[in-house]
Nanobody
Framework: QVQLVESGGGLVQAGGSLRLSCAASGGLFLNMAWHRQAPGSQRESVATISTAGSTTYAESVKGRFTISRDEVNSAKKTLYLQMDKLKPEDTAIYYC???????????WGQGTQVTVSS
């Protein structure tokens, strides 16, 4: 079955960097994305990457975050989010999501906590 497992979260000082990973397996993956949810806030899209490699970013992270992915094989990919110049307002639980061929629903990981101290 489709599985998405995030890792790489942690505590970092403002101005620092983290790289999140999302190990995706069990499907033929299409578009993939990172989202985040801060306490008391709705989940928001952070960055997306299409099968062709096109990327989009939320305005709040443009120039600081970079989404990328590696393909291990057709049913196994690793999605990354390189986060630089982190700010306290980037503190949130970060989730990866993916769409797969022949399934209309989006799949989600369990999330990884990112905390940025001032």
């Amino acid at each position: 079955q489709v599985q998405l497992v995030e890792s790489g979260g942690g505590l970092v000082q403002a101005g620092g960097s983290l790289r999140l990973s999302c190990a995706a397996s069990g499907g033929l993956f299409l578009n993939m994305a990172w989202h985040r949810q801060a306490p008391g806030s709705q989940r928001e899209s952070v960055a997306t990457i299409s099968t062709a490699g096109s990327t989009t970013y939320a305005e709040s992270v443009k120039g600081r975050f970079t989404i990328s992915r590696d393909e291990v094989n057709s049913a196994k990919k690793t999605l990354y989010l390189q986060m630089d110049k982190l700010k306290p307002e980037d503190t949130a639980i970060y989730y990866c999501s993916a769409n797969v061929v022949a399934n209309p629903r989006a799949f989600w990981g369990q999330g990884t906590q990112v905390t940025v101290s001032s």
